[in-house]
């Protein structure tokens, strides 16, 4: 995903002198625009209103963009027209017990056979760069068994991509914080009674929405909406 422009290296480098050229263009735009609408007044006798609203469209445009250049550091989030992503460092995490209520298993799905859930709390560092609290952003990665050496995310069993959103961020504060988020790895069951293995996590990232359009994570009904505990009718 590219970075937001306000974050790109580059672009942090030349937005002085384009912010300058901007508000310098947007000041000339703006005094000529009033400057030509006081002679069209002053020399004849209607002056065209189309032409008048243009000119103040373009004035008023042009200064729009220079001041949103020209923003603080802490941007607000309707700054950034697309997803925010958040790259996570520095992770510690440890087994839990599954709540089985908020679907946190693997039962009945054919693609984890010989597999049992193993709850986990990952609690890792991220910057949010913005003024405004997130909710609900979405985490993505690779987690590996760093013993057996593949994936331990039922929705990428080949560990093949970091697309699929495995968990969520309930919230992410504004600047550089420790968030905690909670997922299901699939191990094998002959070390069910022995302690999770080592995890490695690769590319992680926290994506936030707008407007927080983000799916909640797959449970159990999701994989199998035909178990009796999915159905309304026998709950």
């Known amino acids: 995903m590219i970075p937001p422009q306000s974050q790109h290296p580059r672009w942090a480098r030349r937005r002085p002198a384009i912010t300058r050229a901007l508000l310098l263009l947007a000041s000339l735009l703006a005094s000529a ?7 069209r007044v002053s020399q004849s006798p209607a002056a065209s209103p189309a032409k ?7 004035s008023a445009f ?12 802490g941007a607000s989030a309707a700054f ?47 910057t949010n760069p913005t003024d405004e609290t ?9 987690v590996i068994d760093k013993m057996a050496d593949t994936s331990v995310l039922a929705n990428a069993m080949d560990g093949a991509t970091d697309l699929g959103q495995f968990a ?26 022995q ?6 996590f690769k590319t992680l990232k926290a994506t936030w929405y707008p407007g927080g359009s983000r799916f909640d994570p797959i449970g159990q009904c999701d994989l199998t909406p ?8 026998l709950q």
């Not at 969520?168 to 009674?193: D, H, M, N, Y």
């Open 134 to 142: 997130f909710k609900r952003a979405g985490v993505f990665g690779r």
């Open 33 to 39: 625009s009033w400057g030509a609408a006081w002679l």
């Open 62 to 73: 042009l200064a729009a963009a220079a001041a949103s250049l020209a923003g603080p550091r």
């Open 80 to 126: 950034f027209i697309g997803p925010v992503s958040m790259k996570m460092t520095d992770v510690t995490y440890e087994e839990v017990p599954c709540n089985a209520d908020k679907g946190e298993g693997l039962m009945g799905t054919k693609s984890v056979g010989g597999l049992v859930p193993r709850c986990v709390v990952a609690t890792a560092s991220l």
């Open 168 to 193: 969520l961020v309930e919230t992410i504060p504004p600047g550089t914080s420790r968030v905690q988020f909670r997922f299901v790895a699939s191990l094998p069951k002959a070390g069910a009674k």
């Open 52 to 58: 008048e609203r243009l000119s103040s469209r373009r």
């Open 195 to 200: 302690p999770i293995p080592p995890l490695t």
């Open 226 to 233: 035909t178990a009796p505990e999915c159905d309304p009718d």
